[in-house]
Structure formats: structure tokens, C-alpha cells
């Protein structure tokens, strides 16, 4: 699929092109009885009885497609609804875009012209050309790279046009050009989540992220074992011990300010494959736990967004990467382990291994001196059952952090909730025999105490936040049309690059 930017009148731009699709945008009037809007005069009067029978009826997302149009040079029409004006945010057209695509796919049609030009002057904004472009390409992937080839579906050949006579402004080509690159690492890091354990084990992570990290400028370093263990880092080398496959340590480095300025620090958890090592995990869905990396994956696109976007900040990724695995050499219920800064942890539940892998990867955060330091990973079930798989939860006690998160979250249309962290969660993960328990003495509020439990390895007046994100990190297709029903999603990467900018000096 190609997405382009037309400086032209629709007419111009169109010129009798052959099996091709006009889309227009259609909305909810503001009057009582809330009359379709189509946003082209010209069209709109061919299409009235439509409109006064509501046949159109502009609700969002909906797609009504009209073969053999003879009023434009495009052979056929596609009207999509906005819904209520009022109400219609960047989000909604990266929504939209999803259900045009999916349209235009179904007519058989190879090339599309979206008409941007009879849009109102409000919504001709430089946030809604980079969510159409957005929503384009994140509907766009599709995961079929280990099916033969008698069962591979085509990928998507559609060209998509985007018409707007002012798309010459700087501002614009701006917006249209972050879209794709945005997308484009969203869509990077669902392929790295998507891939099955046995293809994608630490070392394969590690590779992916170095070969991806020569295309911006990105500095990779990668740790083995030998150095993981030389390193002091108990948590990730203790969960590692129960897998025939060896760990890695990944750093990426992108520098687009001063040398002397603090980095602001995204950590990722990147359990390639997680069975719950001792105490084994149920049967039933165990295979998605393939997506227990989607942290670590969604860490390495932030920092390849950032290069791309040429952002002026120091970001750093950082993504500890195991198997949690039962072999013979695997740590025990009852083993104690000691992360890099000293403090010692009772393993209690294998499963609870997420966090003992963070643990020293915070610590070697907050060695580097940063601005601050963000971590991401699908670390408890319990936020799935608090949240569902619409909202991505995070933890943090510092204020002004909290402020530019939810700002970050409203400039990238990703839905995101804060979560309580009190010292009631920390007390809760207190250890008998070691300094903590992976696990809480008490009952419920299983994310809250997690955080606690992380919250012990950031440095004290550093700010940090933690999100979980088990609850959006795959199979949100049934919320948001852009992302695969099953798949993996790229959850919190374009708020995650909002964060980095808010940054930028």
C-alpha cells in the first residue's frame, strides 16, 4: 500500500482515472434532527435524496460505497461518516481511516482519492492528515509472513491519494510524513510480537533491534550472558536459568540534543516466550504468551520513532530479554536472587518473573543519570481484569510526570488511566528470608502491588512511571479498527514518542 499528499482540486488531481474510488466525508448536522452533512457541494446535490433519507446517515465509521458514480471521473464513491462535528477528534479520523481502507480494499478498487479539500477549515488540521495517514498504514499490516504460498493473501496494492490544495505548507508535509513514520515503527514492532517464540527468542530480538537501529542512526549494544552475569544482574540472569536459550541485555541509543543532556529512559520488558517457568501457566491461551516481549518490542520502535522523527533528545531504550522456561536448572518457588543494586528478592511464584527482569534494567536506568525513566510491559493479569483491553494503566507519584504523560496520551489519541501506588502496595511485597517477595502478602490490587515492587529499583528523586500494558498490547481489534483483531497492537508508542518531544529543547 502507497499513501501520497496532492497539492491539487480534487478535478485536477483525479483527471479520469479508471477503477478508482472518490472518498468523501460525510458527518452529523448540528441541527435537532441531526441531517447528514457530505462535505462536497457538488457531490451533495446528486446525493440529496440520500441524504434526507438518512440512507447516509454520517454516523462515524460508517462506509457507503456507490458503483459506477457518473458525476466524478473517479468510477465509484465512497461516503464515510465523521459523526457528530462537535465531537470529531484527530482519533476519530484515525479510526475512519481504518474503515476507508477497509472499503476501498473491498471494492477491488487500486487507487483512492480522499478528498481533505471540501473539509471545513477546522478539520483540515495537520493532526488529521497524520491520523488518516496513521490509520492508512496500521490497517494496512497484516501478519502472514510464515504462510505458504497457496495460502498468503495478497498484500495490499491500493494507492491512496490524500487532496488537499494547501498540503504544499511545511506544516502539513510535516504532519504526512511523521505518519508514516510513526506507523511504520508501530507496525515494526507488531512483526516483532507477532512472531512465534521459537523465531523470535532473545537472541533473534537482539539481532532485529541492531539491524533496525543501522537505518537511523542508532546506536545498538547488545549483552550476553557472560556479561549479563559480570553485570550483577540477578533478576534477568535468575529468570533466564530455566531456558535453553541464552539472554540478552539491549541498549539503543539515539542523541538528538547536546551530549551533556539527560536522556529521557524507556524501558521494556521482553519475555520472548513465557510458560510461567515452575509454576506453569494453564494450558488454555498459553500461546499468546509469545506476546510477553511486546513491552521490550514497543520500547525498541519508540527509539527507532524518535531517530526517524529526528527529535532533538538524548533517548535511551532499554529491553532485558528471557525465556521463562522449566528446565532442570530453572530457579524454584522459594529461590532468592539479588538484582544489580544490591537488594535481594524471594522468588515465590515464577510466574511473577516480568518484574525480577525489570528490576535490573531500571537500576541500569537510573545509573545513566536520567530525565526521566518510563517502562512498559504486559506484567499482570490483574490489570486485564481492572481495565479490559481499552485503556492502558500506569503508576506514578510524580506530578508533573503525570501531567506530560496525559498530555502526550491526548496529542496521540492512545487511551490511557492512572493507577493508585501508595506505601500500603510496598509494604505488601516485603520479603520473610530476602529484602522483598516477588508477590504480594495481601490480596487484590495485583498491578498496584507490581509497581510497588519496581518502584523499589528506580532511584529516589528520579521521575518514573510504569505501564502495564497486558491488557492492550494484543488482540484490541475489536476496539480499534486500525489494529488486528488478534495481533499484536503497538500499544503505547505514539504516546511514548509524545513524551520523548515533550522533552525537546
Not at 498459553?286 to 510477553?292: A, L, P, Q, T, V
Not at 520502535?301 to 525465556?323: F, Q
Request: with cysteine.
Amino acid at each position: 500500500m502507497t499513501i501520497d499528499l496532492i497539492s491539487q482540486d480534487l478535478d485536477s488531481a483525479i483527471s479520469s482515472k479508471s477503477n478508482t474510488v472518490l472518498v468523501l466525508f460525510s458527518s452529523l448536522g448540528d441541527d435537532k434532527d441531526k441531517k447528514p452533512v457530505l462535505h462536497n457541494k457538488s457531490v451533495a446535490k446528486h446525493l440529496e435524496t440520500n441524504l434526507e433519507e438518512k440512507s447516509i446517515s454520517g454516523k462515524s465509521g460508517e462506509t457507503v460505497l456507490f458503483r459506477e458514480f457518473t458525476h466524478s471521473s473517479c468510477r465509484h464513491l465512497l461516503v464515510v461518516g465523521l459523526g457528530s462535528a462537535k465531537e470529531i477528534t484527530h482519533e476519530s479520523f484515525r479510526q475512519i481511516a481504518a474503515s476507508i481502507h477497509d472499503a476501498v480494499k473491498a471494492s477491488k478498487s487500486d487507487e483512492a482519492f480522499i478528498d481533505f479539500e471540501s473539509l471545513p477549515a477546522k478539520m483540515k488540521s495537520e493532526d488529521n492528515i497524520q491520523a488518516v495517514v496513521e490509520g492508512l498504514l496500521l490497517t494496512s499490516y497484516e501478519f502472514n509472513e510464515l504462510k505458504s504460498k497457496k495460502d498468503k493473501k495478497p498484500a495490499s496494492n491500493v494507492l491512496f491519494h490524500i487532496v488537499l490544495k494547501e498540503s504544499k505548507n511545511a506544516a502539513y508535509k510535516k504532519a504526512f510524513s511523521e505518519g508514516l513514520a510513526i506507523a511504520d515503527t508501530v507496525n515494526f514492532a507488531r512483526f516483532l510480537g507477532d512472531m512465534p517464540g521459537n523465531l523470535m527468542t532473545p537472541d533473534i530480538l537482539a539481532k532485529k533491534a541492531v539491524e533496525a537501529a543501522k537505518s537511523v542512526k542508532v546506536k545498538a549494544t547488545v549483552w550476553d550472558k557472560a556479561r549479563i552475569k559480570k553485570e550483577k544482574m540477578g533478576g534477568l540472569l535468575g529468570v533466564s536459568m530455566g531456558s535453553d536459550q541464552e539472554p540478552r541485555f539491549i541498549v539503543l541509543e539515539y542523541n538528538g540534543a547536546a551530549k551533556g543532556k539527560k536522556p529521557v529512559i524507556f524501558v521494556g520488558k521482553g519475555l520472548t516466550f513465557d510458560c510461567g517457568g515452575i509454576s506453569i501457566k494453564p494450558s488454555a491461551a498459553m500461546e499468546e504468551m509469545k506476546y510477553d516481549m511486546c513491552g521490550g518490542a514497543n520500547v525498541i520502535a519508540t527509539v527507532l520513532a524518535v531517530a526517524k522523527l529526528k527529535l532533538k533528545v538524548n533517548v535511551m531504550g532499554i529491553v532485558p530479554s528471557t525465556e521463562n522456561m522449566p528446565g532442570p536448572s530453572a530457579t524454584k518457588p522459594g529461590d532468592i536472587h539479588t538484582a544489580r543494586n544490591g537488594k535481594t528478592f524471594e522468588v515465590n511464584n515464577t510466574d511473577a518473573e516480568g518484574r525480577l527482569i525489570l528490576s535490573d534494567a531500571l537500576v541500569y536506568a537510573c545509573e545513566q543519570k536520567p530525565e526521566i525513566v518510563i517502562d512498559a510491559a504486559t506484567l499482570t493479569g490483574a490489570m486485564v481484569v481492572a481495565l479490559g483491553n481499552t485503556h492502558t494503566g500506569y503508576f506514578t507519584r510524580n506530578e508533573k510526570l503525570k501531567k506530560t504523560i496525559e498530555e502526550a496520551a491526548k496529542a496521540s489519541g492512545e487511551w490511557v488511566w492512572n493507577m493508585p501506588l501508595t506505601d500500603f502496595h510496598v509494604q505488601d511485597m516485603k520479603g520473610t528470608y530476602a529484602d522483598l517477595s516477588n508477590i504480594s502478602s495481601g490480596k487484590g490490587a495485583g498491578s498496584a502491588t507490581a509497581a510497588a515492587f519496581l518502584e523499589q529499583f528506580v532511584e529516589e528523586g528520579i521521575p518514573w512511571a510504569h505501564f502495564d500494558i497486558a491488557g492492550t498490547g494484543w488482540s484490541v481489534g475489536n476496539r480499534l479498527k486500525y489494529c488486528p483483531k488478534k495481533g499484536a497492537s503497538g500499544a503505547m508508542i505514539r504516546t511514548f514518542v509524545e513524551i520523548a518531544r515533550s522533552f525537546e529543547r
